[in-house]
């Protein structure tokens, strides 16, 4: 499945075969991915260029192909632990943020019916001084032949034409 070439530290010159052309050349054609875990970290023989993955020792080059399995168990519970912190603050944030619209939802209701209740009364204060609710009332505006409203008898002579205005219609009348 793998091929790992290695070998623990040593000198430059102990090192020297894994820089061989031939060997670089069959890595780089081989199929079958290729681990080199030679030397030490600052070692970097050639074959580090071509090969699929470069350990940094061969300790470490095997445990990437055969990983601890306990470690890998840890690993997963602590991915799931994670991920299930992610998703409940991501719930609590969104229910908190529904909450918020469904309150302010309840307040913009009751602001509306304020807001109605409001409009109600003014529409019935606006009525309740309007000349015609007075009209309906049984009161008549008199005016005069120009439209201008008596306010006084002062205001007409005997014999003058008026206008009487009722709720429904209007009269004419002359001033005795």
Known sequence: DVIIITRGGGSFEDL?????????????????????A??????????????????????????????????????????????KRTLTMRLERESDRIKSLFNRRIAFVHRIKLAEEDLQHLLARVRSLSPQSTLERGY?????QDGKALRS????????????????????????
């Open 16 to 36: 020297l075969p894994f820089s061989d052309e031939g060997l670089v050349r069959l890595a780089a054609s081989c199929k079958t991915p290729i681990i080199s």
């Open 38 to 83: 030679i030397g030490h970290e600052k070692d970097s023989p050639l074959l580090d260029l071509v090969a699929d993955y470069r350990a940094s020792t061969p300790t470490d080059a095997g445990k990437k192909v055969v990983p601890d399995l306990n470690e890998e168990l840890a690993f997963i519970d602590s991915l799931q632990m994670r991920a």
């Open 140 to 144: 008549a505006v008199v005016q005069r």
């Open 153 to 176: 008898a002062k205001d007409v002579a005997s014999g003058d034409s008026v206008r009487i205005r009722l709720a429904a219609d209007s009269v004419e009348a002359t001033i005795k």
